[in-house]
Each structure stands twice: as C-alpha cells, then as structure tokens.
C-alpha cells in the first residue's frame, strides 16, 4: 500500500508564501498522476493542480495559475506546492492525491489521499 502524508500548513498573511510537501512511504507507479485538492469550510473540494511522476506534466487549476507550483522530487517520493501570492480565498484544508491517470485526479477519482495539512490565509 502507498500512504501519503502532507506537512507544511500553517498561518500566514495575505500576499505571504508557503511550500507544502506530500511524502509517499513508497515510489507510486511511474503511470500514477500526483496531485493537490483544496477544501474549504462549508465548501465543496476543488482540485488544484497535478504533476506526473514519469513526464513531469503539470496542469493546474485556471485560479491559481502563476501563483502556484507543482514539482516533484523523485528520489524523495515527494510532490511539493509552492504556494505564492497567498489570498484569503486560498484558505483551505489541502490534501495530496493520487491517480492511475490526470483525468482521473482532475475530477477527484483518487487511489490515494493524505490526511490533509490546514493552510490559513489571514486578511
């Protein structure tokens, strides 16, 4: 079984940055798809953006293109988002995801999910 962790959440002021990671306890297969879901209070998940393993393929959500970054470390079996221009809109549990393909995790039919990381965006 592959299991999925996210750290880096936390609070932050308007306009700040932050980098959240997803560490895998083992390399998913190189056709699985990572990627980040975002869910707010009250409100229903969203996807964010994914990364292919093999290709490095990225794809993102029309809200926070150019403001965030989706990469991969391989040798780590870790995805990062870089998370810049931070808005209080942004303000959301965000959950690391993974997928047999992107359209699959672009509409949230995920194999795996972490336990998701609390990022708060203050006004």
């Known amino acids: 079984q592959v299991q999925l962790e996210e750290s880096g959440g936390g609070l932050v002021q308007a306009g700040d940055s932050l980098r959240l990671s997803c560490a895998a306890s083992?390399?998913?297969?190189?056709?699985?798809?990572m990627g980040w879901f975002r869910q707010a209070p009250g409100k229903e998940r969203e996807f964010v953006a994914h990364?292919?393993?093999?290709?490095?393929?990225?794809y993102y959500a029309d809200f926070v293109k150019g403001r965030f970054t989706i990469s991969r470390d391989n040798a780590k079996n870790t995805v990062y988002l870089q998370m810049n221009s931070l808005k209080p809109e942004d303000t959301a549990v965000y959950y690391c995801?993974?997928?047999?393909?992107?359209?699959?995790?672009?509409?949230?039919?995920?194999?795996?999910w972490g336990q998701g990381t609390q990022v708060t965006v203050s006004t």
């Open positions: 990364i292919s393993w093999s290709t490095g393929s990225t």
């Open positions: 083992r390399r998913t297969f190189s056709t699985y798809i």
């Open positions: 995801a993974a997928a047999g393909s992107a359209s699959s995790l672009r509409k949230g039919a995920s194999d795996y």
